[in-house]
């Protein structure tokens, strides 16, 4: 076993485990990087109730103006605009911003998503949230300093299927679960519904990987023993069907492309609450991050979700580079992983 130490908790700080932070009234967002994610993200929040983009930063001037027209057109009052290298941290000192909403390219975003929760702002960020073990850790001990959310945009989690299989595990229906297959176009979407499904620092955690081929496939072994298999291929989009298959001691499903009036029959009558009271499939990710930060809830996934899973690919790596040796996955929550029961999405019951 190739070993990766747990950091020890700085002085005074606890954990975030179902952190809940004062209710906001309306969500001002600042909007940091306008490329093909960032501007579909002024376009999905600029619909979501209760949210409001206040601040757009992008080094590019032609950016800021195709977002304003799109803002424009949607009778959206224009936001404040920040172009150039270092602007993006007038955004996170700006008292007038309560959620910094990165989609740079990986290697800027934890030191954005660090300093906006040093100035006091929650942070949503694309995946991976990191692309080292050392700026994992950073991620944690920062919002365990700060008590700011982290919130990781990984969109495969509120997708129709995957949502609808996470309330199949969390009715029952597959019995004990034994081991999840997933497909991914990128390691982070690989493990996140899989993280979900199995309760990871819910209740379970993620002990030890191994690889022979970096993130290409990746064999995760749980603390209770279940196994999860990452398979990575960009082709699987192409293809139009990403493969997930769910094993357990009563029942098993499998993802196909193939029309089957039975297993959509089953799909419909578990359906996922959440996806039965949102019709907007596109705007669930937000509209639940907005929902959460408006009720003063807990995150759908919180920064242990976002260091955990943007770790898979670096250790992966790490043990094809080892023969396959195993490796272990650091526990950052530092042995807080079974304090909560159970995966689940939290709501106002008031």
């Not at 909007?31 to 992008?58: C, H, N, P, Q, W």
């Not at 030890?208 to 082709?235: A, H, P, Q, W």
Request: proline share 4%.
């Amino acid at each position: 076993m190739i070993s990766f130490s747990v950091q020890d908790r700085l002085s005074g700080q606890t954990d975030v485990v179902e952190l809940a932070c004062e209710p906001i009234d309306t969500v001002d967002i600042a909007i940091i990087g306008l490329g093909t994610e960032g501007m579909d993200a002024v376009r999905r929040l600029s619909s979501v109730k209760g949210a409001r983009v206040k601040a757009l930063f992008d080094n590019l001037p032609d950016n800021l103006a195709k977002a304003q027209a799109m803002l424009r057109e949607m009778n959206k009052t224009a936001p404040a605009e920040y172009v150039g290298d270092e602007e993006w941290r007038k955004i996170c000192e700006s008292h007038d911003i309560d959620l910094v909403y990165i989609c740079v390219p990986k290697e800027l975003r934890s030191t954005m998503a660090v300093f906006a929760m040093e100035n006091g702002k929650h942070v949503a960020t694309e995946p991976p949230a990191a692309v080292t073990i050392d700026q994992c850790w950073e991620l944690v001990n920062t919002a365990e300093k700060t008590r700011r959310h982290l919130f990781i945009l990984e969109k495969s989690c509120y997708e129709t299927y995957e949502m609808t299989t996470l309330n199949m595990a969390q009715q029952g229906f597959f019995g004990d679960i034994e081991s999840i297959e997933r497909g991914s176009t990128n390691p982070t979407m690989g493990i996140g519904p899989a993280a979900q499904v199995l309760n990871i620092h819910r209740g379970d955690r993620m002990n030890y990987l191994l690889s022979v081929s970096g993130s290409n496939n990746i064999v995760i072994k749980t603390e209770k023993g279940r196994t999860i298999l990452v398979r990575y291929d960009t082709l699987f989009r192409q293809k139009g069907i990403i493969p997930y298959n769910i094993s357990g001691s009563a029942a098993l499903i499998s993802k196909t492309d193939k029309p089957d009036a039975a297993m959509d029959s089953l799909l419909y009558a578990y359906r996922h609450p959440i996806l039965k009271e949102f019709g907007k499939k596109e705007l669930l990710m937000d509209y639940r991050l907005i929902y959460c930060l408006k009720n003063g809830l807990p995150l759908d996934m919180d920064v242990y979700d976002a260091a955990e899973w943007s770790a898979i690919e670096s250790l992966g790596k790490v043990s094809a580079e080892n023969n396959g040796k195993p490796v272990s996955i650091p526990d950052f929550t530092r042995s807080s992983w079974d304090k909560v029961k159970g995966y689940k999405q939290y709501k106002n019951d008031r």
